[in-house]
């Protein structure tokens, strides 16, 4: 099946700093990326949708100017998080999906877990 | 409005015990998909099934098998002969014909002790 990475797949850092999640199609061609979130215990949150070359749609609630999401080629998408606070602290997932495929079928990331001290 | 309950926050069984995790949907399309994924520990999401809304086959894979029932709008997943590396958080997921988005249930929690 089709492999999507993320990377890195831990990361710590400090109150008021930005992090960068980066989501990459390993052997296929994603039009569109999807970032989720998943707080402990808790169900994924789809927070954003992105499709090559164009802006990412948030879903509602969530703050586009926190979450910044780049997918700037048919192979990588990244999240940053801006100024993270400690509530950013969560599982962070990214899928893809390609065209051209007669159903809706997301290929996920293995994840990205994000500590905010 | 979507909406995927899984009523079973958590569930605990003893090895080679059958299971059955419960996945009940809301939509208003006629065309739409249902998922079942696995959540080890690691947090990696791990697909195990897809199914359309024309197709009410039950589907049946090694020890996975599936129920669908559009007459009760249920989704329900049996283990059977559960083993301790079945272990993990059960996701149940929706996403409607014309959408790429995927609605997740909260999901179910199965600990199968040895």
């Known amino acids: 099946g089709a492999v999507v990475s993320q990377h890195p797949s831990r990361v710590i850092c400090k109150s008021g700093t930005s992090v960068k999640i980066e989501c990459r199609s390993l052997d296929f061609q994603a039009t569109t990326m999807f970032w989720y979130r998943q707080f402990p215990k808790q169900s994924l949150m789809l927070m954003a949708t992105?499709?090559?070359?164009?802006?990412?749609?948030?879903e509602q609630g969530v703050e586009k100017d926190k979450f910044l999401i780049n997918h700037a080629s048919l192979t990588l998408s990244t999240l940053t998080v801006t100024s993270a606070h400690p509530e950013d602290s969560s599982f962070y997932i990214c899928s893809a999906r390609t065209s051209g495929l007669s159903y809706n079928e997301q290929f996920f990331g293995p994840g990205t877990r994000l500590t905010v001290l | 409005a979507q909406k995927v309950t899984q009523a079973q926050t958590e569930i605990s069984v003893v090895e080679k015990e059958d299971v059955t995790l419960d996945c009940v949907y809301e939509t208003r399309d006629t065309t739409y998909y249902l998922f079942w994924y696995k959540q080890p520990p690691s947090g990696e999401l791990v697909f195990l099934i897809r199914?359309?809304?024309?197709?009410?086959q039950n589907e049946i894979s090694g020890r996975y098998s599936w129920n669908f029932q559009k007459s009760t709008s249920s989704f329900n997943f049996t283990i059977t002969a559960s083993q301790v590396v079945d272990s993990a958080v059960y996701f149940c997921?929706?996403?409607?014909?014309?959408?790429?988005?995927?609605?997740f249930g909260k999901g179910t929690k199965l600990t199968v002790n040895p």
């Open positions: 997921a929706l996403s409607q014909g014309g959408s790429e988005k995927l609605v």
């Open positions: 199914r359309n809304s024309f197709d009410e």
């Open positions: 992105s499709n090559e070359g164009s802006k990412a749609t948030y």
